[in-house]
């Protein structure tokens, strides 16, 4: 699944237990102006690093996975949690990485007439 939005938050990354590390991002999506939602994503373990160079402000879209679990407590209820985990980000607009990293433009006016290129 994919979504596009403005980062409203990006959080720090939290070592949750022993083996296990996550880091959440609060994207402000904006399907009807009167209403905007605040969707908070997980990043999991190497994950976490995918949101480094996200600031606040940037235009981004969101490629995730909608996970679903059920949890039962001391007294036998069951409840039912959601989440939505980041897999990639795209910056759109608005920072540093937004802009493509092009090669420096070659030098062609010291290049030799006689090439022995067919074409």
């Given at each position: 699944?994919?979504?596009?939005?403005?980062?409203?938050?990006?959080?720090?990354?939290?070592?949750?237990?022993?083996?296990?590390?996550?880091?959440?991002?609060?994207?402000?999506?904006?399907?009807?102006?009167?209403?905007?939602?605040?969707?908070?994503?997980?990043?999991?373990?190497?994950?976490?690093?995918?949101?480094?160079?996200?600031?606040?402000?940037?235009?981004?879209?969101?490629?995730?996975?909608?996970?679903?679990?059920?949890?039962?407590?001391?007294?036998?209820?069951?409840?039912?949690?959601n989440s939505m985990q980041l897999w990639k980000i795209n910056v759109l607009s608005?920072?540093?990485?937004?802009?493509?990293?092009?090669?420096?433009?070659?030098?062609?006016?010291?290049?030799?007439?006689?090439?022995?290129?067919?074409?």
């Open positions: 699944m994919e979504i596009k939005g403005k980062v409203h938050e990006v959080g720090p990354t939290a070592q949750v237990t022993e083996s296990l590390k996550k880091r959440e991002l609060i994207v402000e999506y904006i399907e009807n102006p009167q209403y905007p939602e605040y969707l908070k994503f997980e990043a999991i373990q190497d994950r976490c690093a995918l949101l480094d160079n996200i600031k606040v402000g940037d235009d981004v879209e969101v490629f995730f996975n909608l996970r679903g679990r059920p949890w039962t407590d001391k007294t036998g209820k069951k409840s039912y949690f608005g920072g540093a990485s937004a802009a493509p990293q092009y090669a420096a433009p070659a030098d062609i006016s010291s290049a030799p007439d006689d090439d022995d290129l067919p074409f």
